[in-house]
DNA sequence: GCAAAAGTGTTGGCACTACACCCATGA
DNA sequence: TCATGGGTGTAGTGCCAACACTTTTGC
């Protein structure tokens, strides 16, 4: 526990994780590699933890940098650090994950990626390092979280018919959710508002809601447990 | 992402929370540490992560050096990585968070910790670096977990009364269980099996049980879903 | 026989599931 | 008027919470 028995030390860096959702389905960003190992691979946007630096500075600064992206949702993951997993030497990842609403974000390409854009996540290409693994385990996170955090509307514009929510979680689960107990359930939380807006486009118009992170907070703190 | 780009690199450790239950409640490993900073305060087992160890390894090498304990039960927690949580500079810690049936142990002082037991986990002294906060997220994991993973088991002996098994839910809740609610839903679940053995002292024998994991895995893996 | 802890059943309410038709709009 | 998607109610079932007395043992 002190530096007089310091031995050679991992490397540090974090790696993010973007989830966005449209009408493809689950996305995740990637970036392509600009350099060596891995180049011209598609990767999870990251980079070196700067000394002096937290995890999530580090973690909001690379996403910035490498996609142009501030996302509204972002959480630590978990720590890869098998031994192997950099071929240039010991490299322990701290990888993060994070939700974004799609059409909110133009992606750029900066830096040393040489390109960003989003990926339907059941058909990514084959990715750099241990990569595949992170975005596995975020999907975990993902489904699971989903089930018993409000984290849904991170994924979605800030107005939003309950169809396309719905759609969102069918999509991340799976499975189809009936349409009616899904309204009655999510209704009965008092956590939407309504709005006046209305969609347009074929089909009868869908009223549109806003989630009330106020409101939640404040059940949050009497202990109210949500769960869809 | 290259090292052509290298910054200086924050140090690595681990640090484990390990759990255990008797009579006196939820209790909590920790050493005394033997030298600066923070010389003489009790502290979590922890220590540097060596270049070409995995961070699994690293936790259990560590709870080995400085406690004699090889856990049951062993996952990572989370990684903190503020820049002023260890005074001699940037050290990010990689968090354990470990199950033991604490009889079966006889914890033993080792290398650069002088002292090493067992404390209350309500009644912690005054720890170092950044280690209550921690603890705190060791324990929201605990009680997290608990409701839907069968992870208590690892604090018990192998075979335990159903009041036992109980008496840990109540104590980590920190709520009443009906007795006979709870008896009808653990068993229903067909998770134990009963033994033919019995307590004895004060008080009607009860029946012994035992966790049968080969069962949970089996039920696990068609998609079943434990919940308490 | 008394103190201590184990063991045992029933009932009411609530939440979830399953399920099918009508409505409003734009083309 | 047709195609598209939005919006609505009910009945059955299963799970959970609440609740009090009897049984077995050691002293």
């Known amino acids: 526990m002190a530096f007089e028995y310091e031995y050679a030390r991992p490397a540090l860096t974090v790696d993010c994780v973007v989830f966005g959702i449209d009408e493809r389905g689950l996305e995740v960003l990637l970036i392509r590699r600009g350099l060596s190992p891995y180049k011209g691979r598609w990767?999870?946007?990251?980079?070196?933890?700067?000394?002096?630096?937290?995890?999530?500075?580090?973690?909001?600064?690379?996403?910035?940098?490498?996609?142009?992206?501030?996302p509204r949702y972002l959480e630590q993951l978990y720590t890869f650090g098998e031994p192997k997993r950099d071929p240039r030497g010991h490299t322990v990842s701290v990888a993060y994950f994070a939700l974004v609403?799609?059409?909110?974000?133009?992606?750029?390409?900066?830096?040393?990626?040489?390109?960003?854009?989003?990926?339907?996540?059941?058909?990514?290409?084959?990715?750099?390092?241990?990569?595949?693994?992170?975005?596995?385990?975020?999907?975990?996170?993902?489904?699971?979280?989903?089930?018993?955090?409000?984290?849904?509307?991170?994924?979605?514009?800030?107005?939003?018919?309950?169809?396309?929510?719905?759609h969102l979680y069918e999509t991340v689960r799976g499975e189809e959710i009936d349409k009616r107990n899904f309204r009655k359930k999510i209704l009965s939380l008092d956590l939407l508002v309504e709005t006046d807006e209305r969609t347009t486009g074929p089909g009868r118009p869908a009223r549109l809601y806003r989630f009330d992170r106020g409101r939640y907070q404040e059940l949050e703190e009497r202990g109210f447990d949500f769960s869809l």
């Open 101 to 166: 609403n799609i059409r909110d974000h133009s992606v750029r390409a900066a830096t040393d990626a040489s390109d960003a854009r989003f990926f339907v996540e059941d058909e990514l290409p084959k990715l750099a390092f241990d990569h595949a693994s992170i975005v596995a385990r975020a999907k975990e996170r993902l489904q699971g979280k989903l089930r018993y955090r409000p984290i849904g509307f991170e994924l979605l514009p800030d107005a939003f018919p309950l169809s396309q929510l719905r």
């Open 43 to 70: 990767a999870l946007p990251g980079g070196y933890v700067r000394e002096g630096e937290s995890l999530d500075h580090a973690a909001a600064r690379e996403l910035e940098e490498e996609a142009g992206l501030q």
